[in-house]
C-alpha cells in the first residue's frame, strides 16, 4: 500500500478510502485476490414487496445507480395483487467443454468418445466425492464436430450436474481430469479444458402479470408492449433492454458474493444464440388485457464456493434472503431481473425514466460539487426546483448557501 500511496501520491485520506475493507477483513482479502491493497464498497438497498412462488422475500443488491433498488420494489409491489412472481429453474447443471483439435476421422472420433462416457463420469465423479455426496456429480456427455478457421475440431461437454456451487472449480477440475482418456479415444490433442458460461442447461425461467388497472391502464400496457417489440427489433435498443434487466440481476448477484462476469457472459451470449441479438424478456397481453412477461435466462449462482463462502457481507445477505438452495436464489435474482425489466418499460413508455432518475441524480451531481452531508438535501431541492441538474449550477447554489450561513 505504501508503494502504491507514494506512486499515486495519494493523501493519507484517500489512502484510507483505498485501504478500507469494510466488513471483510484485509487479511482475507489477501487470501481472495492478489495484490490487494483495500476495498471497493458499494451501496448495499433491500428490496421490497418480492412475493415469489407465494414466498415474501427481502432482497439485498448491492448497485451504485440510483433509482434500480426503487424501480424493482416498485414493480414487486404492482405484482403482488396478481399474486407476485413465479419461477422455477432447470437442474443445475453445467458444461465443461474439452477441445480436441488434429483429429483425422472426427465423426468417428465422435462416436469412440460416446463410447466410453460411462468411463469418463465415474473417473470425474471420484474427483469430487463432496459435490457427488449432496447429490452432484457429471451426469453425461455429448460430442460435437465443429468447423474452425483451423480445420475441425471435435468438442466434448462434459454436463455436471453442481447443486449449490456454481461449478466453475468442480467443472475444470473434471474436465481437466478427463481429458487423457478422451484424448486417447479421439487420437488428437486436447487444448482447453474449461467450464462454459453459456449456461444453457441451467436456466431459470420466471413470469408474472401486472393489471392493467394497478399499472395505469391500457395505454401503459400498450406502451410496454411496443417498447417490447422495438427490443426484439432492434438490437441497439436490445442492448440496453437487457441492460435493465442485468441492473437488477447483477446488483443482486453481487450481494450474494456470486460471479457477475460469468452472469452477464451466460446472459449475452445466451440473447444471441439464434444468430440475433434478442430480449431475455418478453411482454403479452392476456386475454383479460392485462400485460404478462417472462424472463428466460443462464444463471450459475451458488451457495457454496467462490466469496458467496468467504465475504462476511455476502453470507449475512444470504441469510437476510432466506434461499435454501442455489436453484432458489437463482428464482429470485430471475424475478429481480422481470421487475427491473417492466419497471423500465412502464417508465419509458409513459414519463420517461429521467424524471424518477432526477432527485436521484441530483443527489449526485450535489456531492460532485463539494456539498456536505448536511448541504446536500438543501442542494437536490434547489436544483429540482430550477430543473437544472449540473454541476456548475449546484456549486452556484452552494456557494449561495454558504454565503448565506
Ligand atoms: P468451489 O470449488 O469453491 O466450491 C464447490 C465445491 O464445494 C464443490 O465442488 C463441492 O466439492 C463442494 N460442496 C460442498 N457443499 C456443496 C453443495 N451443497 N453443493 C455443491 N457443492 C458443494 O466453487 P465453484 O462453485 O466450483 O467455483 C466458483 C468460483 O469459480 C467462483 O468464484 C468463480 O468466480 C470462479 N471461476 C469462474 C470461472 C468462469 O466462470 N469461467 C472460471 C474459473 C473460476
Redesign the pocket.
Request: proline fraction near 3%; charge should be negative.
Given at each position: 500500500m505504501a508503494l502504491a500511496k507514494e506512486f499515486g501520491n495519494l493523501s493519507k485520506e484517500e489512502a484510507q478510502a483505498v485501504g478500507n475493507t469494510g466488513a471483510l477483513e484485509l487479511a482475507m482479502a489477501d487470501r481472495m485476490i492478489e495484490n490487494v491493497v483495500g476495498g471497493m464498497t458499494l451501496p448495499l438497498g433491500i428490496a421490497v414487496n418480492f412475493l415469489i412462488n407465494g414466498k415474501d422475500y427481502l432482497i439485498p443488491m448491492a448497485i451504485e445507480e440510483p433509482s434500480v433498488v426503487a424501480a424493482a420494489s416498485n414493480a414487486a409491489r404492482m405484482a403482488r395483487p396478481t399474486g407476485g412472481f413465479r419461477a422455477h429453474t432447470t437442474e443445475p447443471v453445467m458444461i465443461g467443454q474439452i477441445q480436441l483439435v488434429d483429429v483425422p476421422d472426427p465423426e468417428s472420433a465422435r462416436l469412440r468418445i460416446l463410447e466410453i462416457k460411462e468411463e469418463v463420469l465415474k473417473l470425474c465423479n471420484e474427483k469430487?466425492?463432496?459435490?457427488v455426496k449432496?447429490?452432484?456429480g457429471a451426469r453425461d456427455m455429448e460430442v460435437r464436430v465443429i468447423d474452425t478457421a483451423r480445420g475441425p475440431m471435435v468438442i466434448a461437454h462434459l454436463l455436471v450436474d453442481?447443486?449449490?456451487?456454481?461449478?466453475?472449480?468442480?467443472?475444470?477440475?473434471m474436465a481437466e481430469a478427463a481429458a487423457p482418456l478422451l484424448e486417447e479415444a479421439a487420437g488428437g490433442r486436447v487444448y482447453l479444458r474449461?467450464?462454459?458460461?453459456l449456461a444453457v442447461k441451467r436456466l431459470v425461467r420466471a413470469t408474472a402479470t401486472f393489471g392493467k388497472e394497478a399499472i395505469g391502464g391500457e395505454d401503459v400496457v400498450e406502451g410496454i408492449l411496443q417498447a417490447y417489440a422495438f427490443a426484439a427489433a432492434d438490437p441497439f435498443r436490445c442492448a440496453t433492454h437487457n441492460k435493465g434487466i442485468m441492473n437488477g440481476i447483477d446488483a443482486v448477484v453481487i450481494a450474494t458474493g456470486?460471479?457477475w462476469?460469468?452472469i452477464e457472459?451466460g446472459a449475452h451470449s445466451f440473447a444471441a444464440m439464434g444468430g440475433h441479438y434478442k430480449p431475455l424478456t418478453t411482454w403479452e397481453r392476456d386475454a383479460e388485457g392485462n400485460v404478462v412477461g417472462t424472463i428466460e435466462l443462464p444463471l450459475?449462482v451458488?451457495?457454496?464456493?467462490?466469496?458467496t463462502?468467504t465475504h462476511p457481507t455476502a453470507k449475512a445477505n444470504v441469510k437476510l434472503l432466506g434461499v435454501n438452495t442455489?436453484q432458489e436464489l437463482a428464482q429470485v435474482i430471475g424475478s429481480v431481473g422481470l421487475a427491473q425489466n417492466f419497471a423500465a418499460l412502464r417508465a419509458l413508455a409513459t414519463e420517461g425514466i429521467q424524471r424518477g432518475h432526477m432527485s436521484l441524480h441530483a443527489r449526485n451531481i450535489a456531492v460532485m460539487a463539494g456539498a456536505k452531508v448536511e448541504e446536500v438535501d438543501e442542494v437536490v431541492e434547489r436544483l429540482l426546483a430550477v430543473k437544472v441538474i449540473r454541476v456548475d449550477k449546484a456549486q452556484e447554489i452552494l456557494k449561495e448557501i454558504r454565503r448565506k450561513d
Open positions: 469430487d466425492p463432496v459435490l449432496f447429490g452432484g453442481c447443486r449449490d456451487a456454481m461449478g466453475a472449480n468442480a467443472v475444470n477440475t474449461i467450464i462454459s458460461n456470486n460471479d462476469r460469468a457472459a450459475a451458488g451457495l457454496v464456493g467462490g466469496a463462502a442455489a
